[in-house]
Nanobody, 118 residues
Framework: QVQLVESGGGLVQAGGSLGLSCTAS????????MGWYRQAPGKQRELVAT???????NYTDSVKGRFTISRDNAKNTVYLQMNSLKPEDTAVYYC????????????WGQGTQVVVSS
């Protein structure tokens, strides 16, 4: 089994910064890709950023240049540094990993709320 625990959400003013982290634990043999989704009220879930096991990154256009995804493989942790936040970044942010436990699967965190006030 794989468990993901997120932390770091909160309330911030527009233009501010927040950092999210997500740590995986459990009986997996390895983790390949990691990333973050977000879902704002009344909107579809959006893939925000991904990072491969080789540290290649990809971002949705709306966060490029403002968000940075990184990972610490020794800690099984993925991070999302969010700078120059905008009200439209307000959402619940979910981390995910593609991990190998019995068979490869996607696993999800519980979500952490980010609110950006104008």
């Amino acid at each position: 089994q794989v468990q993901l625990v997120e932390s770091g959400g909160g309330l911030v003013q527009a233009g501010g910064s927040l950092g999210l982290s997500c740590t995986a634990s459990g009986s997996f043999s390895r983790i390949n890709d990691m990333g973050w989704y977000r879902q704002a009220p009344g909107k579809q879930r959006e893939l925000v950023a991904t990072i491969t096991s080789g540290a290649m990154t990809n971002y949705t256009d709306s966060v490029k240049g403002r968000f940075t995804i990184s990972r610490d493989n020794a800690k099984n942790t993925v991070y999302l540094q969010m700078n120059s936040l905008k009200p439209e970044d307000t959402a619940v942010y979910y981390c995910w990993v593609f991990a190998f436990y019995i068979r490869p699967m996607y696993y999800w965190g519980q979500g952490t709320q980010v609110v950006v006030s104008s």
